[in-house]
């Protein structure tokens, strides 16, 4: 009876690890097979036209590598500079306690909320553009990567501190000169995937950077991004074939991003000890 | 110059409110070895960190006393504390280069200092990595990692980023607790060249060690009730090992406990 039980929780649970693989891999080979065709040197370099809007998405594709790019910058000394001071200046207390719950709390706020605030506040400065959404985008990814930071940061090893202490450094160049550089490929890692975040977001663009189908050169400028293409090609009908192309390339971007955090995350593990 | 490196006098050591060393005197003098030995948590490793006021980074840390370096009390406040830790610099038990090159571990303290010039450092990387008896042996590879050194090797090049920056005094906890025989005797014959130019305090576990190398013993044992470190006997190494003068030094150098 025991090993009848035993067998059947086995079999449940194999099923449900089966169930998630089979459905990433029926939801990329749809896209797959939906996409595949449309994917071509002319859709990766030339603009859209006519009301089908066939033809290239090139101004999307820079759109999101230009904001998304603008936002890693943006947020990148914002959250190293952010995790630097609470591991190492602040007086572990009710300040630190707050920051900390503060970012959490921020990671949980709806993106949608976020491009509110980022049209409220920026783009009644900027207009729809490419630093509204950018800016809109640091200020959501900002918790994701400055935690990853601060995890980084107390991951350098004691004995490397005191080594550089030791030698007569100051806390500045103890953290400028070692503590940064050993805990930069993890830093990078949690970069990544803020701006892999970035990269997928749909609602703080369009509320910020706009839907103008522009190839955007100054940071004032607005554009559309591919999630904000793909999603005004389904909303409106438009074109599914498109709209699918559009996924496809997405998720091999997004997918990119994720491999290129784990390499870097485990290029960190043998650097580090 | 005069006799002593380090004067230490009613020095009392706290971590939160747990006394760890209590009240010692004494003097090391310079230009000579000077060995800390004793049982495991006996306070010789905070000792040696508060000649370069290394425990200063535990937050609820406390000092009271005196440590002269040279006349001069190193916690007075107008003590700078990096120029201290550049004149009395520290080698660690477990070998700890910078996941940097070779050249980048040896060449950091004197960056940090205020040293650019290439051709400056290269000379300074050179001739320290001699004096650490390494030269030879990564002369060719000062771009590898430090970190592909072997552990006497990683040691060796501790003490070569340390010598760089040019100290009065060397600490060492341990150097060589670490590493494999071989290595330990390379590192040995490198302490006793190096005493010809350096004051030496080294924290070490081994007796054998201690003997041969250190010109002077200092034996530090924890009370049993309290905990707190209190330096029993001091004096030359042959005096110490041959004729211990208190009970409890000659238990611990033959072997009874510890």
Known sequence: MRRIEDKIAIALLWMSSLIVLAFLFVLLGYILIKGLPVLSPRFLFSFPHGVEARGGILPMIAATFYLTILAGFIVSPIAIGGAVYLTQYA?????????????????????????????ALFVSIFGYSMIAGGLTLSLMILPVVMRASEDAILAVPRSFREASFGLGATQWQTIKNVMIPVALPRILTGLILGIGRAFGETAAVFLTAGMAINLPFLPTEPGRTMTVHLYLLATEGISLDIAFGTALLLSIFILSFNFLARYMGRRSVKGGR | MSEYAFEVRDLDFWYDDFKALDDLTFGIRANAITAFIGPSGCGKSTLLRCLNRLNDL?????????????????????????TLRKRVAMIFQQPNPFPFSIY?????????????????????????LEKAALWREVKDKLSDSGLELSGGQQQRL??????????????????????????????????????????????????????????????????????????IE?????????????????NYITGRFG
């Open chain 1, 91 to 119: 007086k572990p207390g009710r300040l630190v306690r707050m920051i900390r719950f503060g970012a959490d709390a921020l990671s949980s706020v709806p993106s949608i909320v976020f491009g509110l605030f980022g049209l």
């Open chain 2, 58 to 82: 535990l937050p609820d840390a406390k000092v009271e006393g005196t440590i002269e370096l040279f006349d001069k009390n190193i916690y007075d406040d107008d003590v700078d504390i990096p």
């Open chain 2, 104 to 128: 980048d571990n040896v060449a950091y303290g004197p960056r940090i200092h205020g040293v650019k010039k290439k051709s400056e450092l290269d000379d300074v990387v050179e001739s320290t």
């Open chain 2, 158 to 231: 501790c003490i070569a980023r340390a010598l760089a920056v040019n100290p009065e005094v060397l600490l060492m906890d341990e150097p060589c607790s670490a590493i494999d025989p071989i290595s330990t005797q390379k590192i040995e014959d490198l302490i006793h060249e190096l005493k010809k130019k350096l004051t030496i305090v080294m924290v070490t576990h081994n007796m054998q060690q201690a003997a041969r190398i250190s010109s002077w013993t200092a034996f530090l044992l924890a009370e049993v009730e309290s905990g707190s470190a209190k330096l």
């Open chain 2, 234 to 250: 001091y004096g030359k190494t042959n005096e110490i090992f041959t004729r211990p003068k208190d009970k409890r030094t000659e």
